[in-house]
């Protein structure tokens, strides 16, 4: 496709389920990120991929946090025994790293993830 | 410290009139990238214009504007002649030259365009 797709756009799932949130990147885009959106609030970075490898998984908030790439595409964000607080957007980025500091993040459309 | 601060949790503007969106960041890298994102209530966030630490001129966009001054700290976007689809949150994001590949995003503000 011809921008970052994100799925599901929407998911509701009961407190201590596991969910999986997937990310299409931009093909060609070797640099992933992922990041989680309260309501109102701005974007806290979660992790960085560059191609499979994740050099970067400071920001995931917890063991219960976890996220792969495969074939430098396609990202799952995996979130086990789901608590309300997980409850907020989680919007997906990819960007060419030309290594260049004026490269933009190009972002998907989000996944809403409610916990009940 | 907050890397990104936008102060300005909301604001009005008239339909034609400009608007000036304020950010403040913290860094003590010597280069560093400044942009700007739109997100629509949609949800999906839109590059709107980037300013380099080392760049001269305060970067231009159609009716954007970034008003870039280094040793505040600051760069604020301006968007000329507002319209009504301009309503939306605008993100102010930074990138360091040391910590590459992270952007840090404010907390944003919120534009309405009264018509």
């Known amino acids: 496709g011809a921008g970052v797709s994100q799925s599901p756009s929407n998911k509701v799932t009961e407190k201590g389920k596991d969910v999986e949130l997937r990310c299409d990147p931009i093909?060609?885009?070797?640099?992933l990120y992922w990041y989680r959106q309260r309501l109102g609030q701005g974007l806290e970075f979660l992790i960085y991929?560059?191609?499979?490898?994740?050099?970067?998984k400071s920001g995931l908030p917890s063991d219960r946090f976890s996220a792969e790439r495969t074939g430098e595409s396609v990202s799952t964000l995996t979130i086990q025994r789901t608590q309300q607080e997980d409850s907020a957007v989680y919007l997906c980025?990819?960007?060419?790293?030309?290594?260049?500091?004026?490269?933009?993040?190009?972002f998907g459309q989000g996944t809403r993830l409610t916990v009940v | 410290a907050q890397k990104i601060t936008q102060t300005q949790p909301g604001m009005f503007v008239q339909e034609k009139e400009a608007v000036t969106l304020d950010c403040t960041y913290d860094?003590?890298?010597?280069?560093?990238?400044l942009f700007w994102y739109k997100q629509p209530s949609s949800g999906e966030m839109i590059f709107l214009i980037y300013?380099?630490?080392?760049?001269?001129q305060n970067a231009t966009e159609g009716r954007y504007s970034l008003n870039f001054q280094k040793a505040r700290k600051s760069a604020n976007l301006v968007i000329s002649a507002s319209q009504l689809g301009d309503s939306a949150m605008y993100f102010c994001?930074?990138?360091?030259?040391?910590?590459?590949?992270?952007?840090?995003f404010g907390s944003g503000t919120k534009l309405n365009v009264k018509p």
């Open positions: 994001a930074m990138r360091e030259i040391y910590n590459f590949n992270k952007f840090y």
């Open positions: 991929f560059q191609g499979n490898s994740a050099p970067d």
């Open positions: 980025a990819s960007s060419a790293e030309s290594g260049q500091m004026n490269t933009e993040a190009f």
């Open positions: 300013q380099g630490s080392y760049d001269q």
């Open positions: 093909s060609g885009h070797t640099a």
């Open positions: 860094t003590s890298d010597p280069s560093y990238g």
